[in-house]
């Protein structure tokens, strides 16, 4: 699909979206009879906590379903350079889509522990498996109507854009093929079928039993915040000048950020731990080890001999030169043919 129609088709997934959770949030209430209702001070007094840890830790612990749902704050950040006014619109859709998320997300919340039959052992039984299909296939209406084809395509596009930006810079095998771009769509075609090819291959660990494909889910915040804290740790210790875009956060930019690192290092330590207190090797999490194997082959990959990008990689290739009739991308980007040319030309 180009550009235009995946934002159109975005605009109509995010107002049926709204449109749906509203309709919840509105008409269970008002057609759920009061005796099916639990009382405002069991919904907000009661705790239930089924996973034998303290109730500090369990609360804690419990942050990991809503910090996934609305994880992956910078995925519009992926698509910037498809966007218009990027260095204004993109920090926006940012903030807005993490605080509308938050928003519904809490009110239902607040909705579902309203419901008398709500239970908290049907939700916690196969944890994994149903956030995959939640993920995949939303719940209710909203799965009939649009989450079949809006979640998977939401987040393919943005990971396939990431993945494309990789391989720009030469940071991925066959980068020569991955970032090449399609001159029918102007999209990135090579990048998306190689970022669901991996996802497909992920997604086989279901097969190996929850504990590996739960691992798989909580490695999606894990690795998300040791990929957000390093380049915010590395701006402000990195001595280099910082000139700030149109869209900056002024004297509040050190604060926040000291304030960001801390809980995304507190969170991701408690992110490692167990459901329960001493688990079984079923029982076991082991986001640790998928994480730090990441690591060390990402590490092997950049120091490998000859190849490794210890011996090329210079940073981030610019891709737009201003004043140049060949603008277009440095090194790799410098191909062009009639049927592959670069993003940037493109858009």
Same mark, same amino acid.
């Given at each position: 699909?180009?550009?235009?129609?995946?934002?159109?088709?975005?605009?109509?997934?995010?107002?049926?979206?709204?449109?749906?959770?509203?309709?919840?949030?509105?008409?269970?209430?008002?057609?759920?009879?009061?005796?099916?209702?639990?009382?405002?001070?069991?919904?907000?007094?009661?705790?239930?906590?089924?996973?034998?840890?303290?109730?500090?830790?369990?609360?804690?612990?419990?942050?990991? +379903?809503? !910090?996934? %749902?609305?994880? =992956? *704050?910078?995925?519009?950040?992926? $698509?910037?350079?498809?966007?218009?006014? &990027?260095?204004?619109?993109?920090?926006?859709?940012?903030?807005?889509?993490?605080?509308?998320?938050?928003?519904?997300?809490?009110?239902?919340?607040?909705?579902?522990?309203?419901?008398?039959?709500?239970?908290?052992?049907?939700?916690?039984?196969?944890?994994?498996?149903?956030?995959?299909?939640?993920?995949?296939?939303?719940?209710?209406?909203?799965?009939?109507?649009?989450?079949?084809?809006?979640?998977?395509?939401?987040?393919?596009?943005?990971?396939?854009?990431?993945?494309?930006?990789?391989?720009?810079?030469?940071?991925?095998?066959?980068?020569?093929?991955?970032?090449?771009?399609?001159?029918?769509?102007?999209?990135?075609?090579?990048?998306?079928?190689?970022?669901?090819?991996? +996802?497909? !291959?992920? %997604?086989?660990? =279901? *097969?190996?039993?929850?504990?590996? $494909?739960?691992?798989?889910?909580?490695? &999606?915040?894990?690795?998300?915040?040791?990929?957000?804290?390093?380049?915010?740790?590395?701006?402000?210790?990195?001595?280099?000048?910082?000139?700030?875009?149109?869209?900056?956060?002024?004297?509040?930019?050190?604060?926040?950020?000291?304030?960001?690192?801390?809980?995304?290092?507190?969170?991701?330590?408690?992110?490692?731990?167990?459901?329960?207190?001493?688990?079984?090797?079923?029982?076991?999490?082991?986001?640790?080890?998928?994480?730090?194997?990441?690591?060390?082959?990402?590490?092997?990959?950049?120091?490998?001999?000859?190849?490794?990008?210890?011996?090329?990689?210079?940073?981030?290739?610019?891709?737009?030169?201003?004043?140049?009739?060949?603008?277009?991308?440095?090194?790799?980007?410098?191909?062009?043919?009639?049927?592959?040319?670069?993003?940037?030309?493109? $858009?």
């Amino acid at each position: 699909m180009g550009t235009r129609v995946l934002a159109r088709l975005q605009t109509v997934w995010i107002v049926l979206n709204i449109a749906l959770i509203l309709a919840v949030l509105i008409g269970l209430p008002a057609t759920t009879p009061k005796e099916f209702m639990n009382s405002a001070s069991y919904a907000f007094g009661n705790f239930d906590d089924v996973s034998a840890w303290p109730n500090g830790f369990a609360f804690i612990l419990s942050f990991l +379903a809503p !910090l996934w %749902a609305i994880g =992956a *704050f910078d995925s519009t950040l992926h $698509i910037s350079e498809e966007a218009a006014n &990027a260095n204004i619109a993109v920090p926006w859709a940012m903030i807005s889509a993490c605080s509308i998320a938050s928003i519904l997300g809490f009110g239902a919340r607040c909705l579902i522990h309203l419901e008398a039959n709500f239970s908290l052992a049907n939700v916690i039984a196969l944890q994994g498996v149903n956030v995959a299909l939640a993920f995949c296939m939303g719940t209710d209406i909203d799965a009939i109507l649009a989450s079949p084809i809006e979640q998977p395509l939401a987040t393919l596009t943005s990971a396939s854009r990431q993945t494309f930006a990789f391989a720009r810079d030469g940071a991925l095998p066959f980068s020569r093929w991955i970032y090449r771009i399609n001159a029918h769509t102007s999209t990135p075609v090579n990048a998306v079928w190689f970022t669901a090819l991996m +996802a497909a !291959l992920l %997604a086989l660990l =279901a *097969f190996a039993g929850p504990a590996a $494909i739960g691992a798989v889910f909580s490695l &999606a915040v894990l690795g998300q915040y040791v990929a957000y804290s390093t380049p915010i740790t590395a701006r402000f210790l990195g001595g280099q000048v910082f000139k700030p875009g149109p869209f900056n956060l002024g004297r509040f930019s050190l604060l926040v950020a000291i304030i960001a690192v801390i809980w995304m290092t507190f969170m991701s330590v408690i992110f490692v731990f167990p459901a329960s207190p001493a688990p079984d090797a079923v029982a076991m999490n082991y986001a640790v080890v998928v994480l730090g194997g990441v690591l060390v082959l990402s590490v092997v990959y950049f120091y490998l001999p000859k190849y490794g990008g210890v011996h090329w990689f210079e940073g981030p290739r610019a891709n737009i030169y201003v004043g140049d009739d060949d603008a277009g991308l440095d090194g790799l980007g410098r191909e062009k043919n009639e049927t592959n040319t670069s993003y940037t030309e493109q $858009i």
